[in-house]
T-cell receptor, first 113, second 112 residues
Framework: DQQVKQNSPSLSVQEGRISILNCDYT??????FLWYKKYPAEGPTFLIS?????DKNEDGRFTVFLNKSAKHLSLHIVPSQPGDSAVYFC????????????FGTGTRLTVIP | DVKVTQSSRYLVKRTGEKVFLECVQD?????MFWYRQDPGLGLRLIYF???????EKGDIPEGYSVSREKKERFSLILESASTNQTSMYLC???????????FGPGTRLTVT
């Protein structure tokens, strides 16, 4: 049963505009969330994270928003650049236990020049 | 910089062969993981290891086994490869207690 869901398999955005990638989760024990970026033929690389005690975390062009009541998080990329074209995975973890990550199915972002 | 390396980028094996995928990390991380990535299914955890000689099943351990004899090395073994094990295999490691995992470049395995 998929505890972390990314319902949009793909997203296309014009260069310079905002990209919004969405993620939903079902397990209320999750209290830490991460976004990974993956290029073809490479392993995922960590992008940004957020703890459940916050509702926003920003790092340069990347901002992650967390809505705990809705069990929803989103990644905003502003402005989008062609180099941002990749698959983005949302991941979640619970502090109790091993801190293992549960991954979503990924969203392929294409930024059109 | 954390470096996680995997022994092969591409591998082609025949059905029934025993397959070894090797992963080495150079940051003295306690925890190591094996995932497979398939289109539309994301990353699914096969096995993980908290420490040397310790292993735990993930979500899809059937048809796989693992070995961790040294802290820096975590091996994934397909005892008898089948076509449904054709996939991208990703190794990761992390510090015990941390959240962020560091991934290797992946091994694209094709079983014919």
């Amino acid at each position: 049963d998929q505890q972390v869901k990314q319902n949009s398999p793909s997203l296309s955005v014009q260069e310079g505009r905002i990209s919004i990638l969405n993620c939903d989760y079902t397990n209320s024990m999750f209290d830490y969330f991460l976004w990974y970026k993956k290029y073809p033929a490479e392993g995922p690389t960590f992008l940004i994270s957020i703890s459940s005690i916050k509702d926003k975390n920003e790092d340069g062009r990347f901002t992650v928003f967390l809505n705990k009541s809705a069990k929803h998080l989103s990644l905003h990329i502003v402005p989008s650049q062609p180099g941002d074209s990749a698959v983005y995975f949302c991941a979640a973890s619970a502090t109790t236990g091993a801190n293992n990550l549960f991954f979503g199915t990924g969203t392929r972002l294409t930024v059109i020049p | 910089d954390v470096k996680v390396t995997q022994s092969s980028r591409y591998l082609v094996k025949r059905t029934g062969e025993k397959v070894f995928l090797e992963c080495v990390q150079d940051m003295d991380h306690e925890n190591m993981f094996w995932y497979r990535q398939d289109p539309g299914l994301g990353l699914r955890l096969i096995y993980f290891s908290y420490d040397v000689k310790m292993k735990e099943k993930g979500d899809i351990p059937e048809g796989y086994s693992v070995s961790r004899e040294k802290k820096e090395r975590f091996s994934l073994i397909l005892e008898s490869a089948s076509t449904n094990q054709t996939s991208m295999y990703l190794c990761a490691s992390k510090v015990g207690g941390a959240y962020e995992q560091y991934f290797g470049p992946g091994t694209r395995l094709t079983v014919t």
